[in-house]
C-alpha cells in the first residue's frame, strides 16, 4: 500500500515536498517513481529512484527544479518541488515497480491514491 502526502495550494515560485509511505512489502527492493495527471491530460512520468543504490531519472522538462530522493529506513519516498508553476498543477501519484528508473506508468505494479497540488499565478 502507497499513501503520499504533502499536496496543497502554493503560489507561483514556492515549493512543495511530497512524501510517499509505503507498507506492506520490502521497499527497498521497489523502485519507485511520481507521476503526475492533469485534468484531461495523460498521466505523465515526473521522477523515479531505484531501489537500493538510490540512483534517479527526471522528466527533462522537470530538471533542476524537483529532486527525488528515497529512506528506506523509514519505506518513504520523496519529491522535493522548488520554483513551481502553474503548469505544474496536477494529482501527483507515487508508484512502485520491481523494475528500476522506470519512465512508463504501465510497468508500475502498486500506486498510490495520488495528493494535489495546486499552483496559483
Known amino acids: 500500500q502507497l499513501q503520499a502526502s504533502g499536496g496543497g495550494l502554493v503560489q507561483a515560485g514556492g515549493s512543495l515536498r511530497l512524501s510517499c509511505a509505503a507498507s506492506?512489502?520490502?521497499?527497498?527492493?521497489?523502485?519507485m517513481g511520481w507521476f503526475r495527471q492533469a485534468p484531461g491530460k495523460e498521466r505523465a512520468f515526473v521522477a523515479a529512484?531505484?531501489?537500493?543504490?538510490?540512483?534517479?531519472s527526471y522528466a527533462d522538462s522537470l530538471k533542476g527544479r524537483i529532486t527525488i530522493s528515497r529512506d528506506n529506513a523509514k519505506d518513504t519516498v520523496y519529491l522535493q518541488m522548488d520554483n513551481l508553476r502553474p503548469e505544474d498543477t496536477a494529482v501527483y501519484y507515487c508508484?512502485?515497480?520491481?523494475?528500476?528508473?522506470?519512465?512508463?506508468?504501465?510497468?508500475?505494479?502498486?500506486w498510490g491514491l495520488g495528493t494535489q497540488v495546486t499552483v496559483s499565478s
Open positions: 508508484g512502485a515497480t520491481r523494475s528500476s528508473l522506470v519512465r512508463i506508468s504501465n510497468l508500475y505494479d502498486y
Open positions: 529512484v531505484s531501489g537500493s543504490l538510490g540512483s534517479t
Open positions: 506492506g512489502r520490502t521497499f527497498s527492493s521497489y523502485g
